[in-house]
């Protein structure tokens, strides 16, 4: 069975940091790049980092650059979003996936785990 399991979110000051964690299933994690997607209030998810099988190499979308750190270990099936300075237009649901993300075989919708909230107060 399938699982994403996000956590670390919470309600935090501007400037303050955050550490998401995102546990995988294998089918999800082993082999293959990862990626944080964000859904912010009103707005479609969109991925703002992912990072390769080997965790040789990251992307980040440009409103992240040098403050987000998306980081993996291969060995637990672990994910991670280390988040800096944090921003108001940070605020959203965090989710973690396979990069494209997991869709179930047979299935027509991409599988999403619950997410973690981030909200961010100025």
């Known amino acids: 069975q399938v699982r994403l399991v996000e956590s670390g979110g919470d309600l935090v000051e501007a400037g303050r940091s955050l550490t998401l964690s995102c546990g995988a299933t294998?089918?999800?994690?082993?082999?293959?790049?990862m990626g944080w997607y964000r859904q912010a209030p009103g707005k479609q998810r969109e991925v703002v980092a992912q990072i390769t099988a080997s965790g040789a190499a990251a992307t980040y979308v440009d409103s992240v650059k040098g403050r987000f750190t998306i980081s993996r270990d291969n060995a637990k099936n672990l994910v991670y979003l280390q988040i800096n300075r944090l921003k108001p237009e940070d605020t959203g649901v965090y989710y973690c996936?396979?990069?494209?993300?997991?869709?179930?075989?047979?299935?027509?919708?991409?599988?999403w785990g619950q997410g973690t909230q981030v909200t961010v107060s100025s």
């Open positions: 996936n396979r990069f494209p993300p997991y869709r179930r075989p047979l299935s027509d919708e991409d599988y």
């Open positions: 294998t089918q999800i994690f082993r082999g293959n790049d």
